[in-house]
């Protein structure tokens, strides 16, 4: 493509194959979801998995209806978690990505209950304590982040580190407030492209909300 990429969307994760379905992979599963799902190719040279795609979709403005098209570069990291800057650094630089507020990263947030979503700047360090990968990207990039909600676990006797390398479970609903997660994250994105108003994304989605009573049910 000859178009200058207009952002690179980083969900980390663990990439061994044993951690697919874990909480601390649920960025990387966010962006594998739903129909039509994208399709990775593995970048060596990158130390990533990537997909460079042209997004175009449609809002209103006013009485009319616009339609907006990007270039969006999805990538996973192949490095460990806590090295995460240096393959987002790589694939940046592939694309010619020079401006940080042109990469947002989705990773998990353990602080935050099932079913919300966390936005917040890159100049927050101070809020991503914690969560090695972000720390990382911070120190390397810096960026905004999109956190997905995976809260805490209920007994106090699992280790935090046995927590989020578990999968999803259908109990209390997880994975089906995961899939409404997932369409949040969506529609806060969008959102974000075509405003480039953090402020307004987080006023907006990022801020406790009413669960919906039906949710549709996820099944992996």
Do not use: C
């Not at 040279?45 to 449609?58: E, G, H, M, Q």
């Not at 960026?143 to 106090?156: C, K, Q, S, Y």
Request: charged content about 25%; hydrophobic content about 35%; aromatic content about 8%.
């Amino acid at each position: 493509m000859s178009r200058p990429v207009d952002f690179v969307i980083a969900g980390l994760g663990n990439p061994e194959e044993e951690y697919a379905t874990t909480r601390h992979n649920a960025n990387a599963i966010g962006l594998e979801q739903g129909e039509g799902a994208p399709v990775f190719y593995r970048r060596f040279n990158l130390s990533a998995d990537v997909r460079d795609i042209p997004y175009t979709f449609k809002y209103e403005s006013g009485s009319s209806t616009v339609t907006n098209s990007l270039r969006i570069v999805l990538m996973k990291p192949l490095t460990a978690m806590n090295e995460s800057g240096s393959s987002i650094q790589k694939v940046m630089k592939n694309y010619a990505v020079t401006d940080s507020k042109k990469l947002i990263v989705v990773a998990d947030d353990l602080n935050t209950q099932p079913g919300i979503l966390m936005v917040q700047g890159g100049g927050e360090l101070a809020a991503m304590r914690g969560h090695k990968g972000l720390e990382n990207i911070v120190s390397v990039i810096g960026t905004d982040f999109v956190r997905l909600g995976i809260g805490r676990p209920a007994e106090n006797s699992t280790p935090i580190s046995q927590w989020v390398l578990s999968p999803f479970t259908k109990e209390n609903r997880e994975m089906d407030l995961f899939g409404y997660l997932l369409q949040l994250t969506t529609q806060a994105l969008e959102n974000y492209s075509i405003h480039r108003d953090l402020k307004q994304v987080k006023k907006k989605f990022a801020r406790p909300r009413k669960i919906p009573n039906k949710l549709t049910e996820m099944n992996r």
